[in-house]
């Protein structure tokens, strides 16, 4: 059964730092796509940034530059590395994986196949 949980979240200032981390129970015998999405209140839920089988990471705009995710395989763990952090990134942060990996990109909540339950991220001005 796949589970992954999300930690890190919390409380940072504008132009401050935060590093998300999710712990994933996963198939050994699958490779999965990883990403991140957020969800603002009152918005609908957002592709953050991926990572793939090839370890081909992508991002939203809204990001680029700014967040880095990576993964750990012997962990089992996906990062989000966030700087200069933003008001407007505050929300609730998901981790989300998809199997299969048919080598595009994925950026819509519905091509993921599972999720985490989300950590809060507040960014305050």
Do not use: H
Not at 47 to 62: K, P
């Amino acid at each position: 059964q796949v589970q992954l949980v999300e930690s890190g979240g919390g409380l940072v200032q504008t132009g401050g730092s935060l590093r998300l981390s999710c712990a994933a129970s996963l198939r050994t015998d699958r490779t999965y796509v990883m990403a991140w999405f957020r969800q603002a209140p009152g918005k609908e839920r957002q592709f953050v940034a991926a990572n793939s089988r090839s370890d081909v990471t992508y991002y939203a705009d809204s990001v680029k530059g700014r967040f880095t995710i990576s993964r750990d395989n012997a962990k089992s763990t996906v990062y989000l590395q966030m700087t200069m952090l933003k008001f407007e990134d505050t929300a609730v942060y998901y981790c989300a994986a998809r199997w299969p990996d048919s080598g595009r990109y994925y950026y819509s909540v519905a091509e993921y196949n599972y999720w985490g339950q989300g950590t809060q991220v507040t960014v305050s001005s």
